[in-house]
C-alpha cells in the first residue's frame, strides 16, 4: 500500500550547522510533496513544497530535493538555528487524491 | 490572520461517551480534513470533506462519523469512546483546485479516553 517514511526519528546537529531530513516514499504516482513544521504544542505548519515536474526547489534557509528514481525527498535546512528544533514531517499527495499522506516524523534537536 | 480553530485543547472523556470535536475555519477554504496524530505513527487520516455535506473515509474512519453542515465548520465525532481513541486530534483546511497544497492546521485537541 501507499506509504511516506522518515529514515532518522531523531536528529540532532549543531548550531550553524545544515542538516539534511530525509524521507521515502512508496507511491510512484504522487505529484505532489510537502514539508511540514510543527512545533511542541501547535499543528504543523507549511514549510516548502514541490510538484513531480521538479527535482529541486529552494526557499529561505531550506532546499527541498526530490529524486523521483528511487524515491525519495530530503529536506535541507542551512545554518541551523534553535527555532528549527521541531518535528519535521514530510507528505505527498497521489494523482487524483483529495487528501495528504503523512510520514511519521523526525525530530530535530539543535544543540547549542 | 486566517486561521483553524478547534473548539477544545485538552479533553477527558469516559469510556463509551459520544464525543464531538470541532473545528471552524475562517478562509472560505472548501476542503476540511481530520487527522490524528499518534507517536512513531505521523498523521493519519480519518475523514474529510470536499464540500458542504459531503464527505469521504480517510484511512482510518472506524469508531468515528462526521459532519459539515456549513462550509466554515467540520465536526468529528466519537461514537462510543474507547480508550484507543486517545490521541491528538488535528483539523486542517485547504482550498480546492490547488492539488492539495496549504494546509492550514489547527492547533489540535488532545484527548484523553479513561
Known amino acids: 500500500g501507499e506509504s511516506v517514511g522518515l529514515h532518522l526519528p531523531t536528529l540532532s546537529v549543531q548550531e550553524g550547522d545544515n542538516s539534511i531530513i530525509n524521507c521515502a516514499y512508496s507511491?510512484?504516482?504522487?505529484?505532489?510533496f510537502i514539508w511540514y513544521k510543527q512545533e511542541s504544542g501547535k499543528g504543523p505548519q507549511f514549510i516548502i513544497d514541490i510538484r513531480s515536474n521538479m527535482d529541486k526547489r529552494q526557499g529561505q534557509r531550506v532546499t527541498v530535493l526530490l529524486n523521483k528514481t528511487v524515491k525519495h525527498l530530503s529536506l535541507q535546512i542551512a545554518a541551523t538555528q534553535p527555532g528549527d528544533s521541531a518535528v519535521y514531517f514530510c507528505a505527498e499527495k497521489g494523482t487524483g487524491r483529495r487528501a495528504l499522506t503523512f510520514g511519521s516524523g523526525t525530530r530535530l534537536q539543535v544543540q547549542p | 490572520d486566517v486561521k483553524v480553530t478547534q473548539s477544545s485543547r485538552y479533553l477527558v472523556k469516559r469510556t463509551g461517551e459520544k464525543v464531538f470535536l470541532e473545528c471552524v475555519q475562517d478562509?472560505?477554504?472548501?476542503?476540511m480534513f481530520w487527522y490524528r496524530q499518534d507517536p512513531g505513527l505521523g498523521l493519519r487520516l480519518i475523514y474529510f470533506s470536499y464540500d458542504v455535506k459531503m464527505k469521504e473515509k480517510g484511512d482510518i474512519p472506524e469508531g468515528y462519523s462526521v459532519s459539515r453542515e456549513k462550509k466554515e465548520r467540520f465536526s468529528l465525532i466519537l461514537e462510543s469512546a474507547s480508550t484507543n481513541q486517545t490521541s491528538m486530534y488535528l483539523c486542517?483546511?485547504?482550498?480546492?483546485?490547488?492539488?492539495?497544497?496549504?494546509?492550514?492546521f489547527g492547533s489540535g485537541t488532545r484527548l484523553t479516553v479513561v
Open positions: 507511491n510512484s504516482a504522487s505529484d505532489y
Open positions: 486542517a483546511s485547504s482550498l480546492s483546485g490547488q492539488r492539495g497544497y496549504g494546509y492550514t
Open positions: 478562509m472560505d477554504h472548501e476542503n
